[in-house]
């Protein structure tokens, strides 16, 4: 007698006994409360965060109200969370005193975290010309270095005529 040798994944109980919603849920970002010492900043964030005027403001407002928009940040090979977002947040968080700060985590690759990070600090007011500059080449390289991967993705040449 012969025998096929197909292979199949068999349905998980989880799945056998759960909802279209709650499978839906499960797949939703989710803002999560994580200790400040398991996120650290950026690697190569333009922006400098001071403890001036400005931060003490801040400062009052998170011991006051809390931390009212969630940070962004993405999962650290190495352990702990990168700031993609909120590096503000964070530091003034730490100046009041708080424990942990509510945050979303998304799986970015660095150029997506490169461009939610520029373009989530670009419209503060108080940015040193050389940081706004700095900024957009940072985002600009990331953008170049996605058309590049999606051209080659096609199976096109990434270089253009002149």
């Excluded at 965060?49 to 999962?75: F, H």
């Excluded at 503000?88 to 799986?107: F, K, Y």
């Amino acid at each position: 007698m012969k025998r096929n040798d197909t292979s199949f994944a068999l349905t998980s109980l989880d799945e056998l006994f759960s909802t279209q919603a709650d499978r839906d849920d499960a797949q939703r970002e989710k803002v999560m409360d994580i200790p400040l010492s398991d996120l650290h900043a950026f690697k190569g964030h333009p922006f400098k965060v001071l403890d001036d005027e400005k931060m003490m403001e801040t400062v009052e407002s998170v011991k006051q109200y809390g931390v009212l928009v969630p940070a962004i940040a993405r999962p650290d090979p190495e352990g702990g969370y990168e700031i993609v977002s909120g590096h503000r947040r964070h530091r003034a968080s730490q100046l009041a005193g708080m424990e942990t700060m509510p945050v979303i985590v998304r799986d970015l690759d660095d150029d997506a975290a490169i461009i939610i990070m520029v373009d989530s600090n670009l419209q503060r007011e108080t940015l040193l010309p050389s940081e706004r500059a700095f900024a957009y080449k940072m985002k600009r390289d990331a953008l170049n270095h996605q058309g590049a991967r999606a051209c080659c993705k096609i199976g096109q040449n990434n270089k253009t005529r002149g």
